[in-house]
């Protein structure tokens, strides 16, 4: 494995995205999804079609200038100009700023793989950056898998883990979730069996969460 895979919080960062066409459009679009202190965007023409109107997000309409990188932790080179993102990749490096280059991602920091996400769930599927297209075949399997068969399953865990974790008189709450996990739960809660679902929780939960089954399978 040449790269490392993580999760990271931009809550509190702040984002540049040099060039505003359809590739750096797609970053913006995949930015606004998650909580990001500040997204500027520089190019020297205006996004056609506009860019989405959010409160942390600014535009600005001229080339990149090197001041641009000031108290940015996360940098997008994404410019039709393969010369002003090589630039923009050693600045970075100078500054020991994370940048990914849109059109060359190996010379850069990092790189964004094809990602699946589906209520709660999100997977990030790379090929080392050998085959995007292929990523983008295993992403596009995998939304439908988590669609149509975790989703629902996260759902009924999500109401039922805090709870259980608040019995006393379950010594193990954990196993009693690697159960649920091990048992055919997801595969009748993906065909809607209800019923098949309600008799695997009645068998599996302490009898003190039996009378809520209902509630953990509401809406499903």
Request: proline share 10%; charged share 25%; with cysteine.
């Given at each position: 494995?040449?790269?490392?895979?993580?999760?990271?919080?931009?809550?509190?960062?702040?984002?540049l995205?040099?060039?505003?066409?359809?590739?750096?459009?797609?970053?913006?679009?995949?930015?606004?999804?998650?909580?990001?202190?500040?997204?500027?965007?520089?190019?020297?023409?205006?996004?056609?079609?506009?860019?989405?109107?959010?409160?942390?997000?600014?535009?600005?309409?001229?080339?990149?200038?090197?001041?641009?990188?000031?108290?940015?932790?996360?940098?997008?080179?994404?410019?039709?100009?393969?010369?002003?993102?090589?630039?923009?990749?050693?600045?970075?490096?100078?500054?020991?700023?994370?940048?990914?280059?849109?059109?060359?991602?190996?010379?850069?920091?990092?790189?964004?793989?094809?990602?699946?996400?589906?209520?709660?769930?999100?997977?990030?599927?790379?090929?080392?950056?050998?085959?995007p297209?292929?990523?983008?075949?295993?992403?596009?399997?995998?939304?439908?898998?988590?669609?149509?068969?975790y989703?629902?399953?996260?759902?009924?865990?999500?109401?039922?883990?805090?709870?259980?974790?608040?019995?006393?008189?379950?010594?193990?709450?954990?196993?009693?979730?690697?159960?649920?996990?091990a048992?055919?739960?997801?595969?009748?809660?993906?065909?809607?069996?209800?019923?098949?679902?309600?008799?695997?929780?009645?068998?599996?939960?302490?009898?003190?969460?039996?009378?809520?089954?209902?509630?953990?399978?509401?809406?499903?």
């Amino acid at each position: 494995m040449r790269h490392y895979p993580l999760f990271l919080d931009l809550s509190s960062r702040e984002v540049l995205v040099a060039g505003a066409g359809s590739v750096g459009r797609r970053k913006i679009r995949t930015l606004l999804k998650v909580p990001v202190k500040r997204i500027t965007v520089v190019d020297p023409r205006p996004p056609r079609p506009p860019l989405p109107e959010a409160a942390n997000l600014f535009f600005l309409e001229r080339p990149f200038a090197p001041e641009d990188l000031d108290g940015k932790s996360l940098v997008f080179a994404a410019t039709d100009s393969p010369e002003v993102n090589a630039r923009l990749v050693s600045l970075c490096a100078q500054r020991q700023i994370w940048c990914n280059r849109a059109d060359r991602p190996e010379s850069g920091a990092f790189f964004v793989p094809a990602h699946a996400e589906s209520d709660g769930i999100t997977i990030a599927v790379g090929t080392e950056g050998k085959s995007p297209a292929l990523a983008g075949v295993i992403r596009h399997d995998l939304e439908n898998r988590l669609k149509n068969r975790y989703g629902p399953l996260l759902l009924v865990l999500g109401r039922l883990r805090p709870p259980l974790l608040a019995l006393p008189e379950v010594s193990d709450p954990a196993g009693v979730l690697r159960a649920l996990l091990a048992s055919p739960l997801a595969e009748a809660l993906e065909r809607k069996d209800r019923a098949g679902a309600e008799d695997l929780l009645r068998r599996h939960l302490p009898d003190v969460l039996r009378p809520h089954i209902r509630e953990l399978l509401h809406d499903l």
